[in-house]
């Protein structure tokens, strides 16, 4: 009898909300990514300060919970399929 494998739901659902991280951080700090191009750098507080705010860091949290959620639904799934099929 197969089980859910927490681990790797937990695994993957963590590479998939650092991947998130890193396109939110890089939309948002965009203006001074640009500027730094010519030579220009902002202080990083500026850019840790101007990306990460309170709605990204919800947006962040909802969307990990989504992940962790759908693959433990397509997991269990998955099972199910096994079990119907033997």
Do not use: C
């Amino acid at each position: 009898m197969k089980k859910v494998n927490h681990q790797k739901i937990i695994i993957s659902t963590l590479l998939k909300v650092l991947l998130m991280v890193v396109v939110i951080f890089i939309i948002n700090a965009w203006p001074s990514i640009k500027q730094s191009f010519s030579g220009n750098v902002p202080p990083l507080d500026y850019w840790l300060n101007h990306s990460f705010k309170v709605s990204n860091i919800i947006l962040i949290l909802g969307f990990g919970g989504y992940f962790y959620y759908k693959d433990l639904t397509n997991q269990k799934e998955q099972i199910e399929r096994s079990k119907n099929t033997n």
